[in-house]
C-alpha cells in the first residue's frame, strides 16, 4: 500500500511559478513511475507529466517547457516544478503511482492507476 500526499498548491500571477510535492510512503518508492494530472472545474483529470522508474520523463504537450518533474528517491518525493504558470493551468493537481509496465506505453491512463493523493489547488489569475 502507497499513500501520496501532495503540497505546494496555492494562487500565483500569470507568469509566476510554483512547485508541487508528492511525499510517498513506504520503502520501494523507487519501484513506482509517478505522474502528475490535473482536473479543471468541470473537465476531465488530464495527464501532465510522468516520472518512470527509469529516470525518463515524459510531458503533455500542454505543458512541455515550461513544467519539470522530478523526484527524489532518497526523500520518496515526486515534485513538480510549474514555470510561466497560464490561467489555463489553474486546476487541482494530483499525483499518481503505479508500478506497473503499463505506465511505460500508457502513462495518460488515469483509470488504470493504482493510487492517487488527494489534490492540491493551482489558481493562477491573469
Known amino acids: 500500500q502507497v499513500q501520496l500526499v501532495e503540497s505546494g498548491g496555492g494562487l500565483v500571477q500569470a507568469g ?16 513506482y513511475h509517478m505522474s502528475w494530472f490535473r482536473q479543471a472545474p468541470g473537465k476531465a483529470r488530464e495527464f501532465v507529466a510522468v516520472s518512470w522508474t527509469g529516470g525518463v520523463t515524459y510531458y503533455a504537450d500542454s505543458v512541455k517547457g515550461r513544467f519539470i518533474i522530478s523526484r527524489d528517491n532518497a ?6 516544478q510549474m514555470n510561466n504558470l497560464k490561467p489555463e493551468d489553474t486546476a487541482v493537481y494530483y499525483c499518481a503511482a503505479d508500478e506497473r509496465a503499463w505506465v511505460v506505453l500508457g502513462p495518460s491512463l488515469a483509470n488504470r492507476y493504482d493510487y492517487w493523493g488527494q489534490g492540491t489547488q493551482v489558481t493562477v489569475s491573469s
Open 75 to 80: 526523500k520518496n518525493t515526486v515534485y513538480l
Open 16 to 31: 509566476g511559478s510554483l512547485r508541487l510535492s508528492c511525499a510517498a510512503s513506504g520503502r520501494t518508492f523507487n519501484s
